[in-house]
Nanobody, 123 residues
Framework: VQLQASGGGVVQAGGILSLSCAASGRTANTWAMGWFRQAPGKERELLCSISWNGDRTWCEDSVKDRVTISRDNFKNIIYLKIFSLKPEDTAVYYC?????????????????WGRGTQVTVSS
């Protein structure tokens, strides 16, 4: 599965941003997917996960009130929408496919990283 994130850019604090992750490959809609981010000087963190068919989602406590994850398996796209953006949301955002079909909050369950997209939130 090949992955490509897009939709990043420079956004003002308080704004909304929608990110997309296009997946290609024969088994693209078979696996759970995750959205990650890595801010400068910080470790990569897992934000949200979605099961293979989208019926279950999980998001990390610090962002779960401001983000939604969804997927369209007909288009093979996984979405992340972030509301009420904060400067601390500035990071490179990545998507990755899991080794399983169910939701996972464990970073070790993910591999096959796609190219990220830069999000910069200005105050």
């Amino acid at each position: 599965v090949q992955l490509q994130a897009s939709g990043g850019g420079v956004v003002q604090a308080g704004g909304i941003l929608s990110l997309s992750c296009a997946a290609s490959g024969r088994t693209a809609n078979t696996w759970a997917m995750g959205w990650f981010r890595q801010a400068p000087g910080k470790e990569r963190e897992l934000l949200c996960s979605i099961s293979w068919n989208g019926d279950r989602t999980w998001c990390e406590d610090s962002v779960k009130d401001r983000v939604t994850i969804s997927r369209d398996n007909f288009k093979n796209i996984i979405y992340l929408k972030i509301f009420s953006l904060k400067p601390e949301d500035t990071a490179v955002y990545y998507c990755a496919s899991a080794r399983y079909s169910s939701v996972s909050s464990d970073q070790r369950d993910y591999g096959n990283w796609g190219r990220g997209t830069q999000v910069t939130v200005s105050s």
